[in-house]
C-alpha cells in the first residue's frame, strides 16, 4: 500500500512563506504524477499545482507566480514552496500521488492521498 506523509503546514503572516513537503512510502518504484491540492472551510477541493516525471508543472491561476512545486524522484517527495502568502490561500493542504508502479511491476492507478496539513496565512 502507498502513503504519503506531510509536513511543512503553519501559521504564518500575510506575505510570508512556507514550505511543504510530502514524502511517499511502500515500495515504490516510480510516481508519474504528484501534487498539491488544498481545500478551504465551506469549499471544494481545489488543484494547487501538479508535477509529472517529465517535469511539466501546472498551476492552478490563483497561485501562479508565487507558488512553485518540485519534486525529487529518487526521494518519491514532492514539496511545495508558498512565497507572498495571502489570507485566502488559508486551507488544508493534500499531497496527491498517481500512476505508480512499486516492486514486482505491480501498477496502482491512484489517485493517492495524504492526511493533509493545515496552512493559515493570517492579514
Known amino acids: 500500500q502507498v502513503q504519503l506523509v506531510e509536513s511543512g503546514g503553519g501559521l504564518v503572516q500575510a506575505g510570508g512563506s512556507l514550505r511543504l513537503s510530502c514524502e511517499a512510502s511502500?515500495?515504490?518504484?516510480?510516481?508519474?504524477?504528484m501534487g498539491w491540492y488544498r481545500q478551504a472551510p465551506g469549499k471544494q477541493r481545489e488543484l494547487v499545482a501538479t508535477?509529472?516525471?517529465?517535469?511539466?508543472?501546472n498551476y492552478a491561476d490563483s497561485v501562479k507566480g508565487r507558488f512553485t512545486v518540485s519534486r525529487d524522484n529518487a526521494k518519491n517527495t514532492v514539496y511545495l514552496q508558498m512565497n507572498s502568502l495571502k489570507p485566502e490561500d488559508t486551507a488544508v493542504y493534500y499531497c496527491?500521488?498517481?500512476?505508480?508502479?512499486?516492486?514486482?511491476?505491480?501498477?496502482?492507478?491512484?489517485?493517492?492521498w495524504g492526511q493533509g496539513t493545515q496552512v493559515t496565512v493570517s492579514s
Open positions: 496527491n500521488a498517481g500512476e505508480i508502479i512499486t516492486h514486482g511491476s505491480r501498477f496502482l492507478r491512484g489517485p493517492y
Open positions: 508535477v509529472p516525471t517529465g517535469g511539466y508543472t
Open positions: 511502500g515500495r515504490i518504484v516510480s510516481i508519474n504524477v
